[in-house]
């Protein structure tokens, strides 16, 4: 296909303004797909991704409209996978920017739209929904032109779901963005902007041609990586896989390699011809690190070389799921795993339990610390437990967090900041109603307990999003939970020092609670080094028999023995005392986010 | 008939005049024209399994229901019948225990009596639905004294809802003011689905952690007015233990009869069903009634014997249980003070008696799979 016949897209929006439902739209419009094949939404493939209303992996269609081949490049919607949209974003030449007539721009819907044009990507705004009783097509359609600087007029007013106006949007796509500029004749090169994992093919690439061209059966190269492979198979989506021989400058596709591992092509690489290769990757290649950190264990111990497999698995598809072993005193075998941020964790969590049928126990999700030892080394701490006692200073992730909120919401999401050590960065009225907030914030006040805030202190009206930004030193320390003066290492914090004293008196109350009373009186108590803050007792029972036991009841006396006794298999042994498994939820709940 | 091995024999009379909201036993309410038809059956039933018994049986004991609310005259054809034994307890309710019935026990060859006070406070005794009042208690008990019974069983309740501490106090002067030779106090068990832990389920959980104090002020008070712990819930002085129901703690093979009763012989356990038609019907025909059957495996009777060797005072050989023991939690047991070793035996401390379930749930080695049934 000559390159002023092709169109290279994306739609960006904030979550359920309508992406899928709009794709769905494009491939029934253009006659990609008949009805009846038309399942609803079809990009979103995964059982998960649909039930959440989200899109995790991007996929690329290909569909024909009036002599165009248009590619439409799904990108994942969330902050979490800011960095897999930019490369999906770096594939197109324009993006749809798409917004809900009723709720007008979100925070996502910034974010997105600031990428799309620091990728310097043409914006087409469309206003999806104008069928809603509470749509306002006008009004939004200025704030959209405002913030690209459009003209009112050329924003498009649309219905996804009725379908009214979509072929005008495929009009505005040949029209308005520009076709692929490359060089078909240069040494082949091509962006990989998502992979996927096929447990039969291995690894697929999905890619951009910018130069040359590729074919069927060359030997190709991973410039970043290094990674050499043949092109086992060449397509395009359309939307189910269709092989073609060759894949030319402009177009999107896919490549079937053979690996067998994801984390050998990593998004962002650039593939090139083995023999004749370009000598420049394209650029824009990062790697990308994980931000949010949890313990995942087991339930039930037993269970842990499914675990394993399973994170095994998912790391086929997921190249930026991180995990490495380790071991609790007080949780057994399990992974300390790393995560994009708090979405990924959740989904991920989601995924092990769902699809490999696993009953995990996830500890409170932390960030990564940069400690700098008192002689001088760095250290990168992942987990509270791995935090040295001592140390010269630390420092945090820190990121810019954008909050859009009706305007009386201002001071609510002002004081949430404030109390989370955030720093005014500055304001901005998007419209008469509503406000843009820009707050530096370390990542780790986010990490605990932010969302449910920001929802309950705006009624739901906020949206935020955020960018990890760097690292500042803090003034942290390492809260220890110890029972009967056993430390339980999954309980550890790092805390700053003015919330450690109510971080730890919550938790120390929170245990008396929940563990049952012993045979024994059990001290529970918060410490800094061994400078005890908080301290409870749960007070050792005094009776546990059973009251009566004659001939007639001996069986069954004794099957409440069992059941005793299996009871306790179920418990956690710390040092002496013995927690079920729910204490230990119920506590790691009150530390996460429940959302 | 008697050429087995077995020195225990449990009879059951299943008959009642009224239910008591809290009971959970095989009972049955009224139905006199059955008394006789039934001791015909229990009579059947023991022709049919007595060769079980040695010549020479230890311990009889007679429980319901209200053995003594039975048809005076079938109580004492079945009394005759039973083997002579060096103990024959029969359980009565103070209600039915006249001059007339306490002489009839005495001549049937009844040598203890285990009494159904349960309180001395007329508005708990009301709450139990008990026939009697804290008199007719009383008149029950000297009854019994006077028919010539010197081996008399008080069966306390505590932890009914509204019992203060004060009430039990005054409860159990009331009872060692009688000088029973045995006293067997039993915190009240709201059994699931019965009508009491309907009516009074709510009230129960709010007193649940009280009676933790009720307890140790039942073990104190008896202690110190002379009696021996024995057992976790029985106490007795002069030596007086409720030989069968040792038995049972001892881990012995018993037999019982009539319906609900359970045996336990060799490796085997079984319980007779409790409708009472089939029973009658089955041992009619001369056959033995209809039964769940239970088989036991060593190691379960192994750990029977764990479980019920640890409610009683003595210690425990070790060497019989050591199979069902987990030796690190016996360990840590005494390192808490809960557990003493002494002599071969293994015994609870006075603590340990008192948390003497959760002493024993971690004793337990891990039960094999296959043991389960």
């Given at each position: 296909?000559?390159?002023?016949?092709?169109?290279?897209?994306?739609i960006?929006?904030?979550?359920?303004h309508g992406?899928?439902?709009?794709?769905?739209?494009?491939?029934?419009?253009?006659?990609?797909l008949?009805?009846r094949?038309?399942r609803e939404?079809?990009?979103?493939?995964?059982?998960?991704?649909?039930?959440?209303?989200i899109?995790?992996?991007?996929?690329?269609?290909?569909?024909?409209?009036?002599?165009h081949?248009l590619?439409?490049i799904?990108?994942?919607?969330?902050?979490d996978?800011?960095?897999?949209?930019?490369?999906?974003?770096?594939a197109?030449?324009?993006a749809?920017?798409?917004?809900?007539?009723?709720?007008?721009?979100?925070?996502?819907?910034?974010?997105?739209?600031?990428?799309?044009?620091?990728?310097n990507?043409?914006?087409?705004?469309?206003?999806?929904?104008?069928?809603?009783?509470?749509?306002?097509?006008?009004?939004?359609?200025?704030?959209v032109?405002?913030?690209?600087?459009?003209?009112?007029?050329?924003?498009?007013?649309?219905?996804?779901?009725?379908?009214?106006?979509?072929?005008?949007?495929?009009?505005?796509?040949?029209?308005?963005?520009?076709?692929?500029?490359?060089?078909?004749?240069?040494?082949p090169?091509?962006?990989?902007f998502?992979s996927?994992?096929?447990?039969?093919?291995?690894?697929?690439a999905?890619?951009?041609?910018?130069?040359?061209r590729?074919?069927?059966?060359?030997?190709?190269?991973?410039?970043?990586?290094?990674?050499?492979?043949?092109?086992?198979e060449?397509?395009?989506?359309?939307?189910?896989?269709?092989p073609?021989?060759?894949?030319?400058?402009?177009?999107?596709?896919?490549?079937?390699?053979?690996?067998?591992?994801?984390?050998?092509?990593?998004?962002?690489?650039?593939?090139?011809?083995?023999?004749q290769?370009?000598?420049?990757?394209?650029?824009?290649?990062?790697?990308?690190?994980?931000?949010?950190?949890?313990?995942?264990?087991?339930t039930?111990s037993?269970?842990?070389?499914?675990?394993?497999?399973?994170?095994?698995?998912?790391?086929?598809?997921?190249?930026?799921?991180?995990?490495?072993?380790e071991?609790?005193?007080?949780?057994?075998?399990?992974?300390?795993?790393?995560?994009?941020?708090?979405?990924?964790?959740?989904?991920?969590?989601?995924?092990?339990?769902?699809?490999?049928?696993l009953?995990?126990?996830?500890?409170?999700?932390?960030?990564?610390?940069?400690?700098?030892?008192?002689?001088?080394e760095?250290?990168?701490?992942h987990?509270?437990?791995?935090?040295p006692?001592?140390?010269e200073?630390?420092?945090?992730p820190?990121?810019?967090a954008?909050?859009?909120?009706?305007?009386e919401y201002?001071?609510?999401?002002?004081?949430?900041?404030?109390?989370?050590?955030?720093?005014?960065?500055?304001?901005?009225?998007?419209?008469?109603?509503?406000v843009?907030?820009?707050?530096?914030?370390?990542?780790?006040e986010?990490?605990?307990?932010?969302y449910?805030?920001?929802?309950?202190?705006?009624?739901?009206?906020a949206?935020?999003?955020?960018?990890?930004?760097g690292?500042?030193?803090?003034?942290?320390v390492?809260?220890?939970?110890?029972?009967?003066?056993?430390?339980?290492?999954?309980?550890?914090?790092?805390?700053?020092?003015d919330?450690a004293y109510?971080?730890?008196?919550?938790?120390?109350?929170?245990?008396?609670?929940?563990?049952?009373r012993?045979?024994?009186?059990?001290?529970?108590?918060?410490?800094?080094?061994?400078?005890?803050?908080?301290?409870?007792?749960?007070?050792a029972?005094?009776?546990?028999?059973?009251?009566?036991?004659?001939?007639?009841?001996?069986?069954?006396?004794?099957?409440?023995?069992?059941?005793?006794?299996?009871?306790?298999?179920?418990?956690?042994?710390?040092?002496?005392?013995?927690?079920?498994?729910?204490?230990?939820?119920?506590?790691?709940?009150?530390?996460g986010?429940?959302? | 008939?008697?050429?087995?091995?077995?020195?225990h024999?449990?009879v059951h009379?299943?008959?009642?005049?009224?239910?008591?909201?809290?009971?959970d036993?095989?009972?049955?309410?009224?139905?006199?024209?059955?008394?006789g038809?039934?001791?015909?059956a229990?009579?059947?039933?023991?022709?049919?399994?007595?060769?079980?018994?040695?010549?020479?049986?230890?311990?009889?004991?007679?429980?319901?229901?209200?053995?003594?609310?039975?048809?005076?005259?079938e109580?004492?054809?079945?009394?005759?019948a039973?083997?002579?034994?060096?103990?024959?307890?029969?359980?009565?309710?103070p209600?039915?225990?006249?001059p007339e019935?306490?002489?009839?026990?005495r001549?049937?060859g009844?040598?203890?009596?285990?009494?159904?006070?349960?309180?001395f406070?007329?508005r708990?005794?009301?709450v139990?639905?008990?026939?009697?009042?804290?008199?007719?208690?009383?008149?029950?008990f000297?009854?019994?004294?006077?028919?010539?019974?010197?081996?008399?069983?008080?069966?306390?309740?505590?932890?009914?809802?509204?019992?203060?501490?004060?009430?039990?106090?005054?409860?159990?002067?009331e009872?060692?003011?009688?000088?029973?030779?045995?006293?067997?106090?039993?915190?009240?068990?709201?059994?699931?689905?019965?009508?009491?832990?309907?009516?009074?389920?709510?009230?129960?959980?709010r007193?649940?952690?009280?009676?933790?104090?009720?307890?140790e002020?039942?073990?104190a008070?008896?202690?110190?007015?002379?009696?021996?712990?024995?057992?976790?819930?029985n106490?007795?002085r002069?030596?007086?233990?409720?030989?069968?129901?040792?038995?049972?703690?001892l881990?012995?093979?018993y037999?019982?009869?009539?319906?609900?009763?359970?045996?336990?012989?060799?490796?085997?356990?079984?319980r007779?069903?409790?409708?009472l038609?089939?029973?009658?019907?089955?041992?009619?025909?001369?056959?033995?009634?209809?039964?769940e059957?239970?088989?036991?495996?060593?190691?379960?009777?192994?750990?029977?014997?764990?479980?019920?060797?640890?409610?009683?005072?003595?210690?425990?050989?070790f060497?019989?249980v050591e199979?069902?023991?987990?030796?690190?939690?016996?360990?840590?047991?005494?390192?808490?003070?809960?557990?003493?070793?002494?002599?071969?035996?293994l015994?609870?401390?006075?603590?340990?008696?008192?948390l003497?379930?959760?002493?024993?749930?971690?004793?337990?080695?891990?039960i094999?799979?296959?043991?389960y049934?």
């Open positions: 296909m000559k390159l002023d016949r092709i169109r290279n897209f994306s960006v929006a904030h979550i359920d992406k899928s439902t709009l794709a769905d739209r494009i491939l029934e419009v253009t006659e990609t008949s009805e094949e038309m939404q079809v990009l979103d493939s995964m059982e998960l991704e649909r039930e959440r209303g899109t995790i992996k991007a996929q690329a269609v290909r569909v024909a409209w009036k002599g081949q590619n439409l799904d990108t994942p919607g969330h902050v996978f800011t960095y897999e949209v930019s490369r999906a974003l770096q197109c030449e324009g749809l920017l798409l917004v809900d007539a009723a709720q007008g721009i979100q925070a996502q819907t910034l974010a997105n739209a600031y990428l799309a044009l620091e990728n990507l043409e914006i087409v705004p469309v206003v999806n929904k104008i069928d809603l009783p509470q749509a306002n097509p006008g009004a939004v359609a200025a704030e032109a405002e913030l690209v600087g459009e003209d009112p007029e050329r924003v498009l007013r649309i219905s996804a779901k009725t379908g009214e106006s979509v072929a005008e949007v495929l009009d505005a796509v040949v029209e308005r963005i520009a076709p692929p500029e490359g060089d078909p004749e240069a040494p090169r091509a962006l990989v998502d996927s994992y096929d447990q039969y093919r291995g690894v697929v999905f890619v951009r041609v910018v130069d040359g590729f074919g069927t059966r060359d030997d190709l190269r991973a410039m970043a990586a290094g990674t050499r492979f043949e092109a086992e060449l397509g395009f989506f359309s939307p189910v896989r269709t073609t021989d060759t894949l030319e400058a402009g177009e999107v596709g896919y490549v079937v390699t053979g690996l067998k591992d994801v984390s050998r092509l990593r998004v962002g690489d650039t593939l090139t011809s083995a023999r290769g370009a000598s420049q990757p394209l650029p824009g290649y990062k790697d990308v690190k994980p931000t949010v950190f949890a313990g995942l264990y087991p039930d037993d269970d842990y070389p499914e675990l394993r497999d399973a994170l095994e698995k998912l790391k086929l598809n997921d190249a930026s799921l991180f995990y490495e072993p071991t609790s005193q007080a949780l057994g075998f399990g992974f300390r795993c790393g995560f994009l941020g708090l979405l990924h964790m959740e989904i991920v969590r989601e995924r092990l339990e769902r699809e490999f049928d009953d995990l126990l996830v500890t409170a999700p932390n960030v990564a610390y940069r400690v700098y030892t008192q002689g001088g760095k250290v990168e701490v987990s509270p437990a791995d935090m006692r001592e140390f200073r630390v420092e945090e820190y990121i810019r954008t909050t859009i909120v009706p305007k201002v001071g609510s999401v002002m004081e949430l900041n404030n109390e989370r050590r955030g720093r005014f960065d500055h304001m901005e009225y998007l419209s008469e109603e509503r843009m907030l820009s707050y530096d914030l370390p990542l780790a986010i990490v605990y307990d932010y449910d805030q920001l929802k309950s202190r705006t009624k739901g009206y949206s935020f999003d955020y960018d990890v930004v690292f500042e030193e803090g003034s942290l390492r809260v220890d939970i110890l029972l009967a003066g056993d430390p339980v290492d999954a309980l550890s914090l790092i805390v700053h020092r919330g109510a971080r730890g008196r919550a938790l120390v109350e929170r245990l008396r609670e929940e563990i049952p012993q045979m024994f009186d059990v001290p529970v108590q918060a410490a800094i080094g061994s400078r005890v803050i908080a301290r409870e007792t749960i007070k029972r005094r009776k546990d028999v059973l009251a009566k036991c004659y001939g007639g009841d001996v069986t069954r006396k004794r099957k409440l023995l069992e059941r005793q006794k299996k009871g306790k298999k179920r418990m956690k042994q710390v040092g002496s005392v013995e927690v079920p498994q729910e204490a230990f939820l119920a506590v790691l709940n009150l530390d986010d429940k959302r | 008939m008697s050429t087995g091995g077995v020195r024999l449990y009379l299943p008959f009642c005049s009224s239910r008591c909201g809290y009971c036993f095989v009972t049955l309410v009224g139905r006199r024209e059955d008394h038809r039934y001791v015909d229990l009579l059947a039933e023991l022709e049919l399994e007595g060769p079980r018994l040695t010549s020479e049986v230890e311990t009889v004991f007679v429980g319901g229901g209200t053995p003594t609310f039975t048809e005076p005259g109580l004492r054809r079945l009394l005759a039973l083997p002579a034994a060096e103990e024959v307890s029969v359980e009565a309710n209600e039915t225990v006249t019935l306490a002489a009839l026990l001549a049937g009844v040598t203890r009596v285990s009494l159904g006070a349960q309180s406070d007329e708990l005794l009301g139990l639905d008990r026939r009697a009042g804290p008199d007719g208690v009383r008149r029950a000297y009854h019994l004294r006077d028919a010539g019974f010197d081996n008399i069983s008080l069966d306390l309740i505590y932890g009914i809802p509204g019992q203060e501490p004060s009430g039990l106090r005054r409860d159990l002067d009872a060692l003011a009688l000088g029973p030779e045995h006293l067997s106090c039993y915190e009240l068990e709201a059994k699931p689905g019965t009508r009491f832990t309907h009516a009074h389920g709510e009230e129960l959980a007193q649940a952690e009280s009676m933790e104090g009720y307890f002020l039942v073990v008070t008896l202690i110190d007015a002379g009696y021996r712990w024995y057992e976790t819930a106490f007795c002069d030596g007086r233990r409720a030989r069968h129901n040792l038995a049972y703690w881990g012995r093979d037999l019982g009869v009539g319906i609900g009763a359970v045996s336990t012989v060799g490796g085997l356990r079984w007779n069903l409790p409708a038609p089939r029973y009658l019907s089955a041992l009619a025909r001369g056959e033995a009634p209809p039964r059957l239970e088989p036991l495996p060593a190691l379960t009777r192994i750990q029977e014997r764990l479980m019920l060797g640890l409610r009683l005072d003595d210690p425990l050989p060497a019989e199979e069902a023991v987990d030796p690190a939690a016996l360990g840590r047991l005494e390192g808490l003070g809960l557990v003493e070793r002494r002599a071969g035996g015994l609870l401390t006075r603590r340990g008696r008192f003497g379930g959760g002493v024993t749930a971690e004793l337990l080695a891990e094999p799979a296959n043991n049934n």
